[in-house]
C-alpha cells in the first residue's frame, strides 16, 4: 500500500568504499582521515519503477552533478524481485544495472524482493489449480492462511500500491521450502554484486552505496485477504470488495486475519487469536534471516540494509527492521520532513548498534516546490547515522523542476 492511504517510516545508512574507513557521528557520516580523498557521506537515491536502461541513467546524470569532493551525492536504485522472472533474467538485468552504474559514475542501491511478486514460482504458491504449472497439493504450506488449518489456504489476496488490485496469495515467510528458495535466488545474484564492487577501481568503490532486503516486510498489508476471498478467484474483479485495509489497526487491519502459516510454522503458537507481537516476530525473523544469508555471502554489515515498515504510529512492527547482521532501513511518508517525530523508527533505532539506517523509501507528501522539499531532504539527512534516503520513485519527480532543484541544494550541502 503506498500514499497518501498509509503511513511510512524510514531510517538506514551505511558505508562507502571497504578501501575508505568511516565512522558514524551525529547527522551524517564522517570521513576517518586518510591519504585519500574523502568519499561521499550520504546519499539521496532514486528508486526506478519503470525499468533500468541506459536512457534513464543518462536523464540523472544530465540532471544532476556528483563532485568527487561532495558530502552528499545522488545515487540509483532498482528493484530486482527474483521470484517474478527467470532467473537468467533477473541476472542480466542486474549486471545491466551495475554496468551502467560504472558507465555513468552514479552510486547504486541494489534492492532484493522476494515477497510481493512472485508469479515465476508456481511450484511454491499453486496449490488449488491441477490444470496450471506447479500445481501441489503440498504448496499449501508455502502460503498465507485464514485460519490454523492447511485448509484455510488463500487462493488470493488484494494490494493497493496507488489503486487496489489482485495479487497472489502472500507467501508463508516461516516455510522451509520458501526459506531455501529466498537463499537460492540469493546465493545467485548476491556475488553478482559482489564480484562487480571487488573488480572496481579504488576510486570507484563508492558506487556501491549497498544492497537492501525485504521490501516492507509484513504481514496483511501489503497483500490482504477479504471475506471469502477464495469464492471470488473465479468471479470478474469488478465484484470484489472494495473496503480496503484500515492499515493503522492491527493486526486484522480491517480485513480478515491472515498470518496464521507462519505463526504456526515459526512455533509461536497454533491456537487461538495471532497478536501483534506474533506478526512482528515473523517479519523479524524473516529480515534477520535474510539479512544472514546476505552477510554470509560476504555482504558487509555497512553495505547491507533491511526495509521495514509501519502503519500505526509506534507498532511493534517497526522493532523487525533491527538485526545483527544489517544496518535497519524503513518505508518514511508522512513523518518525511520530521523524522525525529516518528516514535516508531525512533524506538526501533534506540535497539540498533548498526553503524547507519536509511531512509529505504522515501517521498514527502507536502507541496511540490523547492523550499518544503530542500527542507524536507536536510531534514532526514541530518538524522544521526543516516546513509541514504531513497525517493519513491523517479519518474514521478523528474517533471518537476521545483523538486529537481531541491535536490540540486541538497548535493551542494558543505561537509561537516
Known amino acids: 500500500m503506498k500514499p497518501p492511504s498509509v503511513v511510512r517510516a524510514v531510517a538506514g545508512t551505511l558505508l562507502l568504499g571497504a578501501a575508505l574507513a568511516v565512522r558514524a557521528v551525529a ?25 533500468v536502461s541506459a536512457t534513464v541513467f543518462d536523464q540523472i546524470r544530465r540532471e544532476f552533478t556528483n563532485s568527487p569532493a561532495a558530502r552528499v551525492q545522488v545515487g540509483v536504485a532498482a528493484i530486482f524481485s527474483y521470484f517474478a522472472q527467470p532467473r537468467a533474467k533477473i541476472a542480466a538485468d542486474l549486471r545491466q544495472f551495475l554496468r551502467l552504474s560504472r558507465e555513468t559514475g552514479l552510486p547504486v542501491v541494489v534492492q532484493l524482493d522476494g515477497e510481493n511478486w512472485w508469479g515465476g514460482r508456481p511450484d511454491l504458491w499453486n496449490w488449488w489449480n491441477p490444470a496450471a504449472p506447479g500445481y501441489s497439493p503440498a504448496n ?10 492447511p485448509d484455510d489456504a488463500i487462493k488470493i489476496a488484494w494490494r493497493n500500491w496507488g489503486r487496489q488490485l489482485r495479487v497472489l496469495p502472500p507467501p508463508n515467510l516461516m516455510s522451509p521450502r520458501y526459506r531455501a528458495a529466498c537463499h537460492t535466488e540469493m546465493a545467485a545474484l548476491v556475488p553478482i554484486v559482489l564480484d562487480w564492487w571487488k573488480a572496481l577501481p579504488a576510486d570507484q568503490r563508492r558506487l556501491f552505496i549497498g544492497l537492501k532486503v525485504g521490501r516492507e516486510s509484513s504481514i496483511g498489508v501489503n497483500a490482504w485477504y477479504y471475506p471469502h476471498g477464495n469464492a471470488l478467484l473465479d468471479q470478474p474483479a469488478e465484484r470484489d470488495p472494495t473496503s480496503g485495509l484500515r492499515a493503522d489497526e492491527p493486526p486484522a487491519r480491517g480485513v480478515v486475519q491472515i498470518g496464521y502459516a507462519a505463526v504456526k510454522t515459526a512455533g509461536l503458537r497454533g491456537q487461538g487469536a495471532i497478536t501483534e507481537a506474533d506478526l512482528a516476530e515473523v517479519a523479524r525473523r524473516h529480515l534477520a534471516d535474510l539479512s544472514q544469508e546476505a552477510r554470509r555471502l560476504g555482504v558487509p554489515r555497512d553495505h547491507l540494509f533491511t526495509h521495514g515498515a509501519g502503519w500505526k504510529e509506534g507498532e511493534l512492527l517497526y522493532q523487525a527492521a533491527v538485526n545483527r547482521f544489517s544496518c535497519p532501513g524503513w518505508s518514511f511518508y508522512r513523518h518525511a520532513d520530521a523524522p525525529e517525530k516518528d516514535i516508531g523508527v525512533q524506538a526501533a533505532s534506540k535497539h540498533s548498534d548498526a553503524p547507519f539506517w536509511a531512509a529505504v523509501e522515501w517521498l514527502y507528501q507536502g507541496p511540490r516546490r523547492r523550499e ?14 543516516c546513509r541514504y534516503l531513497c525517493i519513491y520513485n523517479w519518474e514521478g ?5 521545483e523538486i529537481l532543484d531541491a535536490i540540486r541544494d541538497a548535493l551542494a550541502a558543505p561537509r561537516r
Open 372 to 385: 518544503p522539499w530542500r527542507h524536507a531532504l536536510a531534514a532526514t539527512l541530518d538524522q544521526p547515522r
Open 397 to 401: 519527480i523528474r517533471s518537476s523542476p
Open 27 to 51: 547527522g551524517g557520516v564522517a570521513p576517518a582521515q586518510s591519504g585519500a580523498a574523502p568519499g561521499p557521506e550520504q546519499f539521496i537515491v532514486l528508486n526506478l519503477s519503470g525499468g
Open 140 to 149: 499449501r504450506a508455502n502460503v498465507e492462511w485464514s485460519g490454523w488449518s
